[in-house]
């Protein structure tokens, strides 16, 4: 790998790193900020009802206590796979959007000088044993030389949708997770407001504000943790999907330019 590719490589990762980071502050800062309020709340029934504020002052929880505690056990799973899974595909695509694992520079130029000195079959083992796309295309182009250019040219657009396929699968995972992310914090947001109408239901007479405390962050904490991770995914989907659509089409461009000599060849 080149000092300037990993550099750009390690550049993207950082900056989603440094976007998750500023995304989790925020999210940090937000969380505690109904603190004061709900605390306030439960210090001044005690002084109306003349009871020791002391002893009716709750304990200060932490922020994972807290998470854990509205989201559930099923909510936090289920947020933790997706999570994980976010990571890891967003890891492999941005790994796969550089350009020396697509269209490498040096790929093709020592490929175009093989054909100018006429070594063919120095020209097919390099292509052959490059992994990356523009390689896979140019050693299935060479290797149907001998039938024709109409067979090699069928090859060629015959692994560029394979591998474009392959790409388009990996990305569809990250946008998949943009879309369910945000559904499962819908599905938190309903879960928590039929606990709380249910509590209204079952009571006798006017539940606490803490008996519907629970169902209520339920449905808050799941909704901004679904979004919180929709929003890096859909904008991850959407900048990939633009780099890998960009340089698939520089590998149609050199290939057209490498192969296009053989299709005078033939004709002549």
């Known amino acids: 790998m080149r000092p300037a590719a990993l550099t750009r490589n390690w550049l993207w990762i950082g900056l989603w790193l440094a976007a998750i980071v500023l995304s989790g502050e925020a999210f940090v800062r937000f969380v505690p900020s109904a603190a004061p309020s709900v605390q306030a709340q439960d210090e001044a029934a005690p002084e109306e009802g003349g ?44 790994l796969g959007a550089r350009r020396d694992t697509i269209c490498p520079p040096h790929l093709v130029a020592s490929f175009d000088a093989n054909l100018n000195e006429k070594k063919y079959q120095e020209a097919y083992e390099l292509a052959k044993n490059d992994d990356s796309m523009l390689g896979q295309v140019l050693a299935a182009g060479m290797s149907k ?13 015959q692994v560029n949708e394979d591998e474009n396929m392959k790409i388009d699968r990996r990305l569809g995972y990250i946008g998949l997770i943009g879309t369910i992310a945000p559904m499962v914090g819908l599905l938190g947001t309903v879960d928590g407001m039929v606990a709380s109408f249910q ?23 799941t909704t901004l943790v679904g979004l919180w991770l929709a929003i890096p995914a859909i904008v991850s989907f959407t900048l990939l999907k633009m780099r890998m659509a960009k340089l698939t089409f ?11 000599r053989f299709q005078t060849m033939n004709k002549k």
């Not at 994972?64 to 997706?82: C, D, K, M, N, T």
């Not at 039938?147 to 657009?157: F, T």
């Open 51 to 94: 009871s020791d504020t002391a002893e009716q002052k709750k304990p200060t929880e932490s922020l994972l206590v807290f998470l854990f505690r509205s989201l559930g056990i099923r909510y936090v799973i289920a947020f933790l796979f997706l999570s994980f899974t976010l990571v890891a595909f967003m890891v492999m695509c941005m």
């Open 145 to 157: 030389l001998s039938v024709g250019y109409d067979s090699a040219k069928e090859a060629m657009e």
């Open 199 to 221: 509590v209204i239901a079952n009571s006798t007479q006017q539940p606490k504000p803490n008996e519907l405390a629970e169902g209520i962050s339920m449905a808050l904490v």
């Open 250 to 260: 520089d590998v149609a461009v050199n290939t057209e330019t490498l192969m296009s």
